[in-house]
């Protein structure tokens, strides 16, 4: 967990670096690729601030999802090509071909599946609450009602956190979130379990609750329409689930 801590800070001073950047907007075909006519290339957008699933380590983005999608491109013999951005340019730049798919520990939801298609589901998880302990006022999810919830930005953790408060205050990283919560300026955070333990670890007087706030699922997002690129990947995908490929990536960034 250790290695969270040091990416933690490592994102805070580390400003957004585009790691690469291939082909250009294309057309409305649905299976043109982001890398023109190179079909070897997967251009994957995601938001490297998002430990352990995808955060700089040094001038690299690493993380589950990084790991996952290589082994997933080996397995199809084509090159990922890495472009970070915000989370909520992911699906823009796919619908517009910028990147052929998202991978951003990217949950599935009704709303985002009118707009892409998503591979199966890769990583069981939930959102949950982070508080602050210098007080005992939030022990369970029923006490969130009103009270003031920090966020990400654009996240499912920003959505379902509207649905019991009316003051929900958006960060651009889980980071600041948690920063504001532990010098008492907001109540809680609700944001994805690893993530949130991952921060509570690296912060005095902030702890994550046992209950869990929503139960989610993450999968990869596809243009909308691209059918055979979805099977190419699910077809990957479970092989890497049967093989125990997948738990051993898992492991190696989530210690229990
Ligand atoms: N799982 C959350 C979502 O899909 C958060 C993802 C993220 O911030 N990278 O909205």
Redesign the pocket.
Known sequence: MKKYLKSIIAMATVSIMALSIVGCGNGGDNNSSASGEDSSVITLAT?A??PP??YYEGQEIVGIDVDFINAIGEKLGKEIVIEDMA?DSIIPAIQSGKADIGM????V?ED?LANVDFTETYVH?S?AIIVNTDSDAIKSSADLEGKTIGV?L??????YAGDVTDKVERYNK?FEAAMALSQGKIDAVV??ES?AKALAEGTENLAVLDEPFTE?D?AIAVKKGNQELVDELNKAINELKEDGTLQSIVDKYIAE
């Open positions: 938001n601030e998002f699933y995808e989370f951003a520990g990217m949950t939801t985002r998880t959102q990400q654009g996240t499912t953790g920003d959505t889980g944001i994805d993530v989610e993450y």
